[in-house]
């Protein structure tokens, strides 16, 4: 009997989807928990454009977990009301390190090439609304500044 040749699966590509300017608050460092050294970000707000339009509500966070090496384990949960009305949910859950000398700086609000550290999330959406967006996943590329952060997000396809 002859082998078949199985079909190879589809390689992945990114499509731009859309931005995030988030405002955040105060950083709240919980020093070091069980889990690790917590510290949590409010997010008071901000902006997201391309795909999806809308504001974000105040009331979210990004849970981080800072390991030994200094690099951070981003755990982002935030709401946005889209141009429509409708409320969405997104999820990023990601990393970012660099250098000590890099990190600390940012963690000093000062402003530091994009280029010199990694920072990197998987975004998902869960909308009742726009089903359309729970259907992919979305991978975002950050800039962290003062007293914001901002990415780009591409669909994966």
Excluded: C, K
Aim: proline share 8%; aromatic share 8%.
């Amino acid at each position: 009997m002859a082998e078949t040749n199985p079909a190879m699966p589809p390689v992945p590509a990114l499509e731009r989807a859309f931005e995030v300017d988030a405002e955040l608050g105060v950083l709240q460092d919980h020093g070091t928990t069980r889990a690790g050294h917590r510290r949590v970000i409010p997010i008071i707000g901000g902006t997201i454009r391309g795909a999806v339009e809308g504001r974000i509500l105040p009331g979210g966070a990004d849970w981080q977990l800072v390991r030994p090496d200094g690099t951070i384990d981003i755990d982002g949960r935030y709401s946005a009301r889209t141009a429509d009305g409708a409320l969405i949910y997104l999820h990023a859950v990601g990393v970012r390190s660099g250098p000590p000398e890099v990190l600390e700086a940012l963690l000093r609000g000062d402003p530091v090439d994009p280029a010199d550290y990694y920072f990197r999330a998987v975004v998902t959406i869960e909308s009742s609304a726009h089903p359309e967006f729970e259907r992919s996943l979305f991978l975002a590329s950050y800039v962290r500044e003062a007293n914001r952060v901002r990415y780009v997000a591409y669909r994966v396809t």
